[in-house]
């Protein structure tokens, strides 16, 4: 069968995934088997502003490996997918293009306008991810795909919030909470980063103390915040401010006298001692007031804008500009200490990057105690089982066990509005509907909320809202199936936000655990070492990936380094990738254009002992690779397994079976003449039509193999390969039309392992590779015909006795000399073998001698020079410690391999003479 002579990645990625999509493939319904054992993932939505990332394709590559393997293996499978609705993202886009369009604001078209455009933007531009995640090949179930703002999830995510309101989880009050002043929204502790910045200050302010003329010095990175101070607190059994105590300060700059507390809080040995207590503005402060019954003054606006309570001389300055006139005004009153560089970590919002405001706000909160237990009870059962377990189960028990109160409010319009409203006096009530609240207040004359909750909020009722349950329907076929999910693929940045949150309110409201097991991807890593960002223009975009080497040798790579760690990308790793895929289709197109009279037929892999070595060899890699790429999904080793494929498309198959068996499978003249009625030379076909079958059948278990990472170039192999149907399907789809998807997943069977037809084939295959190693160093030429002398005991003799046709045509040798000791000409170039036999190949004839010394000193003189040059920069202990510790191993690798090359070159002109 002729097929074109490269792959086209585009073509199969055009019509195969249509069609699998098309005849429900990806669906739990394709499965006939009523018994089946269900298989489920959820897909961490991704947000409906996004567009494919590494981050995803990594994440989405891992899940379609075990949803795939899964159904071909008979489960009842169903991967979930769907979208967040991105409470800040879609409300910035939308006010953007509001401003950019119109130049008005939310406030000028009001809310319901103002939603019903963020509506219309999602479905304008919010289908974006999930065409690109057709594109990656995910076979997810679309027929079940949800938002979290559908109705149905926003039912759920109204009864959640009432039910834990009215068992008092959920609450409304003043705290300290993380303000963004861009986005003016209250952000929570997950939702903020911290950055270091080397270049910030630490000022001493003095402050006097009324009826005397003494001061008391404090220091702040945020003076500005001291127009909102409400005391100062020190240590009680600090012996410096004993006397202190109790006494009042004239706080500069305001007209307030605020008083010196004692509490514990205080360190003594940090800074002055004296601490500056702000409650409306820091966390700490807030508590030390809560203690001590102290005012809350507010200084800024929510555009972190200075506030009438700051003070005439400070109303509407930014808060940056209001630091730099409180040190200024100090100083005009002979009050400012110092001012020192300081090292210090600024909050600042995950998305806008924003320098966020700890502020005093009336929010709503969950209260975290009893739902904390929930999931600290299955931690300690070891649910959900992370992979790799260390660090993340550890840390997930920690941060458990140190949680805080959940804010769930947050100053936006689009999201899910918070189910409470407000009678005129001011009186809450929290109802799942309108009608609900009207009858709790007795009134109609009500207020919605204007607040919505969290994004997080609906997301953490993703494992069993999209299973159909809202409160009001509480079992459905799908919930009763498919919860508990099996696992989950997610990156350690939203262990705390997302996997936790669902591990909880799954147990709460549906009594099930969400999922079993977690699977931690690392961060994909640009190649400068850091994480991939547009700011930095260090991003690799997935979809240029698979534009430019084709979607599977994209997948196949990012499961290639999913170890958990972070992974530094490397282009050379992935055009490795494209050539596999490439090395495949040409073995595939090889095998076919050979394949007259053979067919998929798996019972020729049913040998017995009158079969050659090589293919007792190769049917035990066959089912050896299958056990043990079983075993490492098993394991969640997605590394191992590429690693395994790779090894036996590659090397086992490509390189050495099909090379081995070329011969008796190549289509000759004679029996393409052949007449009918000329028996003779049939039944001499018959030996070549089974060893085509073999090879065939050898290559269709394993492109079943490789399916779930390459599923597009399995597919398009698989359908070329003679006499393909349905009938091998398993037998859980017998009624679906034909595709590999369906086919059963190689389990490998232990008693097909030949261990000593392995170890016999190492020995040739070795034998075999180190004559050519001889020929490439020495470069011999190919048409040249070689002795090859090989001194080794009798097991050895008879291996390569019995293989004797085979050396002599890979190794391109004429003779081959079997005997105890070795017997050559000085001359000869030499090598060894694992198990001890000597290998000599005479090189007289073959080479010009003096020419060849020649060019093997050239290169040792050149390679010396390299070395002494890299040994040079290793000796420098200024180089080594500055240099990037990557760039000092890569050195050491080179001098190491240096000395290898080296050693070999010395070998080989010592053979010369």
Same mark, same amino acid.
């Given at each position: ?97 509001? $401003? ?42 679309? %027929? ?178 209001? $630091? ?23 909050? %600042? ?155 909880? %309110? ?71 990738? $494209? ?33 050659? #070595? ?124 034909? %595709? ?12 097909? #392992? ?78 060894? #073998? ?47 410690? $500055? ?31």
């Amino acid at each position: 069968m002729e097929i074109a002579k490269a792959y086209n990645p585009k073509e199969a990625e055009e019509s195969h995934y249509q069609r699998w999509e098309k005849l429900g493939f990806f669906s739990p319904e394709i499965n006939e088997n009523p018994n089946a054992t269900p298989y489920s993932i959820v897909i961490p939505p991704p947000n409906v502003t996004g567009s494919l990332h590494m981050g995803h394709a990594l994440q989405h590559t891992l899940m379609d490996v075990l949803i795939r393997r899964k159904r071909m293996q008979g489960f009842k499978t169903l991967w979930l997918p769907g979208t967040d609705h991105a409470g800040i993202s879609v409300q910035r886009k939308v006010v953007e293009q509001l $401003r950019k369009d119109e130049n008005k604001s939310p406030l000028d078209i009001g809310r319901e306008e103002f939603l019903r455009r963020c509506w219309k933007w999602k479905e304008d531009y919010g289908n974006t991810i999930t065409e690109q995640m057709r594109r990656e090949g995910a076979s997810v179930d679309w %027929t079940r795909q949800r938002f979290t703002m559908d109705e149905s999830l926003s039912r759920a995510v109204r009864e959640v919030f009432c039910t834990l309101y009215e068992e008092g989880w959920i609450y409304r009050g003043l705290r300290i909470v993380n303000w963004c002043p861009k986005d003016k929204t209250v952000l929570s502790d997950l939702e903020v980063k911290e950055e270091s910045k080397k270049d910030g200050k630490l000022t001493y302010l003095k402050y006097p103390i009324k009826d005397s003329d003494r001061t008391i010095t404090v220091a702040t990175t945020r003076p500005e915040t001291m127009l909102g101070d409400t005391a100062v607190a020190v240590n009680p059994k600090d012996e410096r401010y004993q006397d202190l105590i109790g006494k009042m300060i004239a706080l500069p700059l305001t007209n307030r006298e605020i008083p010196i507390i004692a509490d514990e809080y205080v360190e003594s040995k940090f800074g002055t001692g004296a601490v500056k207590i702000t409650p409306a503005h820091d966390p700490n402060d807030y508590q030390v007031g809560e203690r001590h019954n102290l005012p809350q003054i507010l200084v800024m606006n929510d555009d972190a804008t200075m506030n009438a309570n700051a003070g005439a001389e400070f109303e509407g300055l930014d808060r940056f500009k209001a $630091r730099e006139k409180v040190v200024e005004d100090f100083e005009k009153l002979g009050l400012l200490e110092k001012v020192e560089d300081y090292e210090i970590s600024l909050p %600042t919002c995950e998305r806008c990057k924003t320098i966020v405001e700890p502020i005093l706000s009336e929010q709503w909160f969950v209260k975290m105690d009893e739902m904390r237990d929930l999931a600290l009870d299955l931690a300690k059962q070891n649910t959900p089982k992370f992979s790799p377990e260390v660090p993340h189960a550890k840390v997930y028990t920690n941060w458990l066990e140190n949680l805080k109160d959940w804010t769930i409010s947050r100053q936006l319009w689009w999201g899910h509005q918070i189910p409470a409203w407000y009678d005129e006096g001011g009186n809450v009530f929290v109802a799942r509907t309108y009608e609900e609240a009207k009858d709790q207040a007795k009134t109609d004359k009500l207020i919605q909320d204007n607040d919505v909750l969290d994004t997080w909020f609906s997301s953490a009722l993703w494992a069993f809202s999209t299973f159909g349950w809202n409160g009001e329907i509480t079992e459905t076929e799908d919930l009763n199936t498919f919860s508990p999910t099996d696992v989950l693929v997610t990156g350690r940045d939203i262990i705390f936000l997302w996997v936790s949150r669902m591990m909880m %309110t799954t147990k709460k409201f549906v009594n099930k655990v969400a999922f079993k097991d977690v699977i931690v991807t690392g961060t994909v890593l640009g190649k400068d070492g850091k994480p991939m960002s547009k700011s930095r223009g260090n991003g690799v975009d997935p979809l240029d990936l698979f534009d430019k080497m084709g979607v599977d040798a994209t997948r196949i790579y990012l499961a290639s380094i999913a170890t958990g760690a972070d992974i530094r990308w490397n282009d050379t790793l992935i055009e490795t990738y $494209r050539n596999f895929a490439n090395k495949i289709w040409n073995a595939t197109r090889f095998c076919l254009m050979n394949s007259e009279g053979a067919t998929v037929d798996h019972q020729s892999l049913m040998l017995d002992g009158n079969d050659s #070595i090589a293919d007792k060899w190769i049917v035990s890699r066959l089912n050896k690779t299958a056990i043990d790429v079983n075993k490492a999904l098993d394991k969640y080793e997605f590394h191992t397994a590429v690693s395994l494929l790779y090894h036996f498309f590659w090397d086992d198959f490509c390189d050495w079976y099909i090379e081995l068996v070329k011969d008796e499978i190549t289509f000759t003249d004679e029996s393409a003449d052949a007449d009918e009625d000329d028996l003779s030379v049939l039944k001499e076909s018959a030996p070549q039509i089974e060893a085509r079958t073999r090879i065939i059948t050898i290559l269709e278990t394993a492109l079943r193999m490789l399916h779930p990472f390459m599923p597009y170039l399995t597919e398009e192999l698989w359908f070329k390969l003679p006499n393909v149907s349905n009938a091998l399907h398993h037998e859980s789809y017998k009624s679906a039309e034909a %595709t590999i998807m369906l086919t059963n997943f190689p389990n490998g069977d232990a008693s097909a #392992i030949d261990e000593k037809a392995e170890s016999e084939m190492q020995s040739v295959i070795e034998l075999i590779s180190k004559v050519r190693n001889i020929r490439a160093e020495m470069q011999i030429k190919p048409s040249d015909r070689i002795a090859i002398h090989v001194a080794c005991d009798r097991n050895f003799q008879r291996i390569f006795t019995e293989n004797k046709a085979q050396i002599l045509k890979l190794a391109r040798a004429d003779k081959l000399n079997l005997s105890n000791s070795l017997d050559v000409p000085k001359a000869s170039a030499k090598a060894v #073998i694992t198990g001890g036999a000597e290998i000599a190949i005479p090189l007289e004839g073959l080479i010009d001698f003096e020419q060849e010394r020649n060019r093997l000193q050239n290169q040792i003189n050149k390679l010396d020079t390299e070395l002494q040059r890299l040994n040079g920069q290793l000796g420098n202990a200024n180089f080594v410690e $500055r240099a990037p510790a990557e760039k000092v191993q890569e050195i050491r690798d080179r001098v190491a391999e240096i000395e290898t090359q080296i050693k070999a070159l010395k070998l080989n002109l010592e053979a010369l003479g």
